[in-house]
DNA sequence: GTGTATAATTAGGCATGCCTTAAGAGGGTA
DNA sequence: TACCCTCTTAAGGCATGCCTAATTATACAC
């Protein structure tokens, strides 16, 4: 077994691993809000255990053994957010500090009734994918919603989790997984896009943008 | 804020101070399966934050503050048990270590959605009262099965929780809260009792038939 | 190539929550 | 009253997970 605070950093490794390199050590700490010398201190322990490769310099990466204890704990998160939104009626920008503390008290036969009763959901209630039991994780192309240009239409994959603030202010804008968008304007020298969501038109940010994935239609 | 281990503290002090005696340390290291030195060094430190009183060779209460926090875990508790096994369909054996790391992983809000969601239930699955959010608990009066004579009926009202190998015999047995149960023979000498449950006839020993709490009609 | 900014590590500490061993305090019994 | 057993507490330790301050190692830019 694993401790909680060990479940935490393997999390952080896999999403900032995500892009294939491994992870500095200072980012690490900096995503964990510790200090270097303490996610020094884990990661040696990680490595004791197997569960990370750790080169100074170079950064950290998970193992296999590693990568599939990180997907558990990504995988009951993402459950328990859909339970929270999907039954227990919490609003979008709840459930990820609620989820981030249940993920560590749930046991295998729990995440299988989870999955169950919520029939097995492909995604988060934020669009991003659930893990399978088996360890798999699935992740839909997309590009972001800044790439596109003028005219172009598109469903919205995933909008990015973790800033509370942000997410209320997408769920004003109807700017959710599933959403269809079409741009209508998309300014030069990186300025803001004008999307119609549904009946409505707003403008967005570039850098918000950017950071909203879609699919082009 | 109060740590998860001090949560245990809290409720363990509830539930051995029920019958109204302060709990002496010694019971209560043994309920947490802790040394007593252990009890002590963290009984002092709930009497510094004001939530037990403690005289040494008496034992150890609740203040007001502290019953409230204990009441609001063993809520928490045992609405989790009521999803575990009403919206997870887990046996009634499983739900109490599973509840047991869950408690402390709840905020206020998740514990009102969970009752909305239960529908405010007045009992955990295993027939103990469910506190109020407001911290009170009503115990509904009883008496134990052992003590009803031959013929009389009754209704189960609760059963022991904590040991998972009763709680399935228990199961089997059809003797769960709710239940109508008839008493054929009561035994001399505090010999065995049978009792009809539903369509079935059983025989319950004095020691487990005293442990049933049941309200005669 | 060398210097320097950045990254990593060493050293030393602190809080929490548990432990064992051993000494002290209370209370019942012979 | 004296003894003994149990309960409590004191002393010293250990593991985990965090910290700061100071030092060392490295990579990259010049
Ligand atoms: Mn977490
Ligand atoms: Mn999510
Ligand atoms: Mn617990
Ligand atoms: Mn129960």
Chains 1, 2 share one sequence.
């Not at 884990?42 to 750790?54: C, F, G, I, P, T």
């Amino acid at each position: 077994m694993v401790t909680e605070s060990a479940e935490e950093y393997l999390e952080a490794i896999y999403k900032l691993g995500e892009e294939g390199q491994p992870v500095a050590l200072s980012t690490l700490a900096e995503c964990l809000e510790i200090s270097s010398v303490s996610a020094n201190e884990m990661v040696r322990k990680l490595v004791e255990r197997k569960l990370v490769l750790y080169e100074p310099y170079k950064g950290v990466s998970l193992t296999p053994a590693g990568q599939a204890k990180a997907l558990a704990v990504i995988r009951r998160h993402r459950l328990w957010e859909r339970l929270l939104t999907d039954v227990l009626d919490l609003s979008w920008d709840q459930v990820h500090e609620e989820a981030c503390r249940l993920e560590h008290a749930t046991s295998p036969l729990v995440e299988e009734r989870l999955a169950q009763l919520l029939g097995e959901p492909k995604t988060c209630p934020h669009g991003h994918p659930m893990p399978t039991a088996e360890g798999e994780m699935a992740v839909e192309a997309g590009c972001p919603l800044a790439e596109l240009t003028a005219g172009q239409r598109a469903r919205v994959l995933r909008v990015p989790e973790g800033d509370d603030a942000l997410l209320r202010y997408l769920a004003t804008l109807g700017l959710k997984p599933q959403v269809t968008v079409q741009v209508e304007v998309a300014a030069p020298f990186q300025g803001p896009l004008t999307v119609q969501v549904g009946e409505a038109r707003h403008v967005l940010g570039r850098e918000l943008a950017s950071q909203i994935v879609v699919r082009p239609l």
